[in-house]
């Protein structure tokens, strides 16, 4: 089982941390499990606007197929202006919807106050209802007073937060994976 960790922004170190931290919780708590990173600070994602795949560059094909070959997902965002970024929602936008069906997501998101966590739910979780894939309950959302002056995670309950979402993940995946419940 892979489980792909993408930091949806081209701008800033923190949602990419906060992705990082999770994968690695994942990976030492899960030895049975891959994880991956997409970092999209890391590639030339070209925008969508329908062509056939093969069409586009060789970042962006590259970045359909990472995605493409996970089993799940953890999706982090910042918020930007009360919604996630341009780069996240084009991604959304590349990827078929068959792709996540049925698969899990878990988000983890920073921001500026305390309130922006409500993207979250506002926003992401309904992508995920229409793209037909299983929401993980759980996200972490961080603020800037919960990373030190060198981006490192010091909030002793955002670090607990992330241990627990790192366990839900893998804990959903595995038994939807045991179970095969899936409605085609």
Do not use: W
Not at 54 to 68: A, G, L, R
Not at 92 to 109: E, H, N, Q
């Amino acid at each position: 089982m892979k489980l792909l960790g993408i930091s949806g922004t081209i701008l800033g170190a923190k949602t990419a941390i906060l992705v990082e931290k999770v994968l690695h919780a994942a990976r030492e708590n899960h030895s049975n499990i891959e994880v991956e990173m997409l970092d999209l600070r890391h590639y030339n994602v070209q925008f969508c606007d329908g062509r056939d795949p093969s069409f586009y560059n060789e970042d962006t094909q590259k970045v359909i197929e990472i995605v493409s070959q996970a089993d799940f997902y953890l999706i982090g965002s910042p918020i930007f202006n009360g919604s996630m970024p341009a780069p996240l929602k084009n991604l959304f936008d590349l990827i078929p919807p068959s792709v996540f069906r049925y698969k899990v997501m878990g988000f983890v998101a920073n921001g500026g106050t305390y309130q922006h966590y409500l993207v979250v739910e506002n926003q992401l979780k309904p992508i995920v209802g229409y793209l037909r894939a299983y929401v993980a309950p759980s996200y972490v959302y961080a603020n800037t007073n919960h990373f030190n002056h060198e981006n490192e995670i010091v909030d002793e309950d955002v670090l607990e937060r992330i241990q627990n979402l790192a366990n839900e993940l893998v804990h959903m995946q595995q038994g939807l994976k045991e179970r095969k419940t899936y409605i085609i």
